[in-house]
């Protein structure tokens, strides 16, 4: 008698011990069959997370079940794998899916428990933040693999649980300048251009905890610090208080392993390692000191020429690192160059 192409490939999965061939039966499995079949396929999936002989496998099946599970569905596995350690990390938003709110209360356990391993708790948080709306992640890494043991914020997240778990309003949109679209100078052209490609790349991936590839308004308090420092061209000082750039990433083949935009929060301490010492603040000895680096691409800088100030503009210098001595060679004729070259290349 035949056997029917799902209970074959059932019977492959559970039999096979290469795990290159696993996972070209797994894709078969969910291309062939998960639209029609989703339940059955979900019955091959978790009895494989159950007892599979492929332990790493077991792990990594948990993202396609936590995908393909609907609500209220399969709660007792997901209860199950959450006290799996191997199987945990992934059980928590499969958890959220199945019982939704009903599922706080053990995640807050398992968060706060400093026997779990410490990506799994803050996983935990991670997943309750996203689901309730409130910025228990504010700041945090968006991948909570990265986050660190003092980083956990268990206070907040208990007292949201005495306070009975009450829905928040998400993380706040970073503050952009109106001239981002109705751009009239050449500076905000500029900005504006480079502002489209990095929204594009917003709607794609985006994590409000801690925003990225964002031009927004400077804090006073960080253009009051750089004015201390620097005198800077008046085109290079409306572009960090108008449209600082917040983590902006340029990933192009046309910069060395990308290209990191300095905004005005993160300007002075930029410098370190380049014209003075992280530690002691003392001038490194062979930096020009009227290099102000505004950007750099694999520790690459970019560096503003603040002694070639004209016009309200200055040139674009750069040079490649870990050469013995600093050979700078002229990259742009202005900021306004530079920020149009950027915004190319997004």
């Not at 007892?51 to 792990?59: D, K, N, Y």
């Not at 930029?270 to 680096?293: C, F, K, M, N």
């Not at 750069?318 to 013995?324: L, W």
């Amino acid at each position: 008698m035949a056997v029917a192409p799902l209970a074959a490939l059932h019977r492959k999965l559970f039999d096979e011990t290469d795990g290159v061939k696993f996972s070209s039966l797994k894709d078969r499995l969910l291309k062939k069959h998960a639209a029609d079949e989703r339940q059955a396929v979900l019955a091959i999936l978790t009895a494989y997370a159950r007892e599979g002989q492929l332990l790493h496998w077991r792990a990594f099946l948990m993202s396609d079940i936590v995908q393909l599970a609907q609500a209220n569905e399969h709660t007792a596995f997901f209860a199950w794998a959450l006290a799996q350690p191997e199987l945990a990390y992934r059980a928590v938003d499969g958890m959220l899916k199945s019982i939704g709110k009903d599922a706080y209360a053990p995640l807050v356990a398992l968060a706060a428990s400093s026997a779990t391993r410490l990506e799994v708790r803050a996983r935990a948080i991670k997943s309750l933040a996203a689901f309730s709306r409130q910025p228990f992640d504010t700041g945090l890494p968006h991948d909570p693999g990265h986050w660190k043991p003092d980083s956990l914020p268990l206070d907040a997240v208990l007292a949201w649980q005495r306070d009975g778990y009450p829905d928040g309003a998400g993380h706040a949109v970073p503050v952009t300048h109106a001239a981002l679209d109705e751009p009239r100078t050449p500076l905000e052209k500029a900005a504006a251009r480079l502002e489209k490609k990095l929204a594009a790349r917003r709607r794609k991936e985006q994590d409000l905890a801690q925003p990225s590839n964002w031009l927004t308004i400077a804090s006073a308090a960080d253009m009051a610090g750089i004015a201390q420092r620097w005198a800077l061209p008046e085109q290079y000082r409306r572009f960090l208080a108008c449209h600082s750039p917040l983590r902006v990433f340029i990933d192009s083949p046309q910069y060395f392993q990308g290209l990191s935009l300095y905004g005005a929060a993160g300007l002075v301490e930029a410098q370190h390692g380049y014209a003075w010492d992280a530690v002691s603040g003392a001038a490194i000895a062979g930096w020009p000191e009227q290099y102000l680096v505004i950007a750099d691409a694999g520790a690459d800088p970019y560096c503003l020429d603040l002694g070639a100030i004209a016009g309200g503009d200055a040139p674009v210098y750069t040079a490649e690192h870990g050469m013995g001595a600093w050979r700078f060679e002229r990259h742009a004729d202005s900021f306004i160059d530079f920020l149009n070259e950027i915004a190319t290349a997004a």
